[in-house]
């Protein structure tokens, strides 16, 4: 397990894991026993025994017996095969029937305890089963978790590893609530806690228990939060500076377009913090294409001209590299020398770029995660900054902050998080929020298209093409699967837009599983015209601007939250032409009403926590801070405000700072940090 976590043995200790079956868990982000145990169920299936004689013709049938005569196995083409064979029930033989679970046969022997889902015909006496599950009902009602698996790893094996785990080493896994409020709230103990959220009794037991695991994980989550922002408070001196005011207005004055009031408000909130003696611990939000980026890039103007270095972080090569070579334009004609810093920034090229920023002659650096590697040293780094923040960890954005002596923090988002939430998690910051739209900047019309309504949308891509404009194109999947449903894919999308537009304008795909060198060609000669139809999984959802493109086609658009869409959509519109976005869906959803209404990423952001919670808000799947196992920030809030509570409360208790738990949870953040 992970250092500090209170057990020594590894993933493959656990008694039927082997290589091929570790090599599957670790796919789906299980590394440690603890990943192990707390990989929560996602749904419950209630299986409640049901008699023969109660069930009626065509219902549902959930039934336990013993299997009575040998399997008769029957194959047909295409591969589909059936088994037949009877089972003796409390209520009396039926015969069942069950399709494609060949792999069973030799489990079903004669005596057989199982149990039986399915449908039962009356006049054959026949159930036709969906599932068959070994052993019998020990009680009437069973509840049977349902866990998040991939090809090659099934529900049963899952739950066979977790209870196998939980047996050998459930003593050893750390709890990290401390005693005094387990005693206060009368919460099971950790053990007892995962037994019963893996296999519950009763709905009342696990009701009981998700709520103390769930406080669990947010106890912890507010204990970092609380730590962070003590450290911070106490490193209260900033640096001293003086910015040159006369110079920066003359620079600005040579901004080729007027800034919105709102930018205005939020770069004299930035240079404030710049000149005051405490450190800036800013977040600078703004809906999408509000103009945050021209705000960013004036505070590191004004960074320089008070003789200090910057850094921007970007979550992503591409981001960077536009950021680059938008701040490059930006400074034209200016002295300031600027470096990008990537992942596939050459060997070459990072020696220099290593050389310029510890001596100083670098004076703002943008980059991703490169920036926070152990060779990166700055000369005098004072000011940092990362870009969507929300798709960073706290110790990734720590990383960064440590690079220099007390620098300024400014944290940008594009993705506007609501008051009431913003004040929990971000309680320590001061908010900057840009909602004023750049002047010549069109509102996009947003349609909803059923797939019958396919022709339209072609005509409505047809009619921007002829103008030579460009279009996005997005699916959900990259390609299709066993478990894709209906859902359409990024090569079926390409094969049928061939068969619309033929050869008359270039397609082409991107997603996130290519290459960053190959995906940062194709964005580029999208970029340039060069390709007209961009067809993409939501990787273009933080991407380059196009000005040029002015349709956002997005199928199965109800598989998307509404943070998504809204992100998806913003990359329209950068330009004068006026845009489109055309979500294709044949369920009728309240979201994409919300779309086609509401244009306000504010109002967007909360409409999302009201219909999803926190997750796809905060990126969840990038995000060190906010990827909760089990929690959800909106639907939990009350267990969120008395985590936070308690947390602040044990943190501040001088009483408890030789505790073992308070000392590990503390340990855990700086070696994170």
């Known amino acids: 397990m992970r250092e500090g976590s209170g057990c020594v043995a590894e993933l493959k200790d656990v008694k039927g894991i082997g290589p091929k079956s570790l090599s599957l868990l ?3 982000g299980i590394n440690t026993i603890e990943d192990l145990v707390t990989h929560y169920p996602f749904r419950y299936e209630l299986l409640e025994r049901n008699e023969l004689g109660s069930t009626d013709d065509g219902e549902k049938i959930v039934i336990d017996g013993k299997v009575e005569s040998i399997p008769i196995l029957m194959r047909f083409k295409a591969g589909l095969n059936k088994m ?30 199982i149990t039986v889902i399915g449908k039962l015909d009356k006049g054959k006496n026949v159930i036709t089963a969906s599932d068959i599950k070994m052993g019998v009902l020990t009680n009437k009602m069973k509840i049977e978790p349902v866990y998040h698996c991939t090809s090659g790893l099934t529900n049963k094996n899952m739950s066979t590893y977790i209870n196998m785990a939980l047996l050998m080493y459930g003593k050893d896994i750390p709890d990290y609530i401390p005693e005094e409020y387990r005693e206060k709230y009368d919460f099971s103990n950790k053990k007892t806690s995962l037994n019963l959220i893996h296999n519950p ?45 006369d110079k920066l207005k003359k620079f600005m004055d040579k901004i080729p377009f007027e800034l919105t009031k709102d930018q205005l408000n939020a770069v004299d909130e930035i240079l404030k913090d710049l000149e005051a003696p405490n450190r800036m611990n800013r977040l600078l939000q703004g809906d999408v294409g509000s103009g945050k980026t021209i705000v960013a890039f004036i505070g590191m103007v004004a960074n320089y001209l008070s003789g200090y270095q910057s850094a921007l972080m970007a979550p992503t090569e591409i981001l960077a590299t536009q950021h680059y070579n938008n701040l490059v334009d930006f400074l034209k004609k200016t002295k300031i020398n600027v470096a990008l810093l990537t992942g596939s920034t050459s060997k070459k090229e990072k020696t220099t770029i290593y050389k310029g920023l510890k001596d100083g002659s670098i004076n703002m650096v943008i980059g991703t995660h490169a920036l926070i590697q152990d060779e990166v040293e700055y000369n005098n780094l004072g000011l940092v900054i990362t870009d969507e923040q929300h798709r960073f960890g706290v110790h990734q954005r720590a990383n960064l902050q440590n690079k220099g002596v007390k620098p300024d923090v400014l944290y940008m988002s594009a993705t506007p998080i609501p008051r009431t939430y913003a004040l929990t998690i971000y309680g320590d910051m001061d908010v900057s929020t840009i909602k004023e739209r750049p002047k010549g900047r069109q509102k996009i019309d947003t349609y909803v298209k059923g797939t019958a309504e396919i022709k339209d949308v072609l005509q409505m891509m047809y009619d921007e093409l002829k103008q030579k404009h460009q279009v996005y194109v997005i699916a959900p999947l990259i390609e299709e699967s066993e478990n894709s449903g209906d859902l359409t894919s990024v090569n079926e999308l390409k094969d049928q837009m061939k068969l619309a537009f033929g050869e008359r304008y270039k397609i082409d795909i991107v997603h996130g599983k290519m290459a960053t060198g190959m995906k940062d060609i194709i964005m580029e000669q999208f970029k ?66 919300i779309m086609e209404r509401e244009d306000d990423g504010f109002v967007i952001s909360e409409e999302d926590f009201k219909l999803r919670g926190h997750g796809d ?39 408890t700072d030789n505790d073992e738990l308070k000392i590990k949870l503390i340990n855990s953040i700086t070696k994170e940090s």
Do not use: W
């Open 528 to 593: 340039n015209n060069e390709v007209q139809i961009l067809i993409s999984t939501t990787v273009v959802e933080v991407g380059v601007d196009v000005p040029n493109a002015t349709t956002m086609v997005i199928f199965d658009a109800d598989r998307f939250g509404l943070s998504t869409l809204h992100q998806l959509r913003g990359r329209v519109g950068r330009g004068t032409s006026k845009s489109q976005c055309i979500l294709i869906s044949d369920s009728d959803t309240e979201r994409l009403k």
């Open 617 to 655: 808000l905060f990126g969840t799947k990038q995000s060190g801070d906010m990827a909760f196992k089990i929690a959800n920030v909106r639907s939990d809030y009350k267990i969120l405000l008395q985590a936070k509570k308690d947390s602040k409360e044990y943190l501040l208790n001088k009483d």
């Open 84 to 113: 037949n064979f009877r089972l003796v029930t409390p209520s009396g033989v039926v015969g069942v029937s069950i399709f494609n679970r060949a792999f069973l046969k030799n489990q079903l022997s004669v005596g057989t305890g």
């Open 26 to 28: 670790n796919k789906i």
């Open 201 to 245: 009794s009763t709905p009342e037991k696990l009701k009981e228990v998700t709520i103390r695991l769930k406080y669990e994980e947010l106890f912890q989550f507010m204990f970092k939060i609380n730590y962070l922002k003590q450290q911070i408070k106490k490193e209260k001196t900033g640096l001293e500076r003086k910015i040159d005011r």
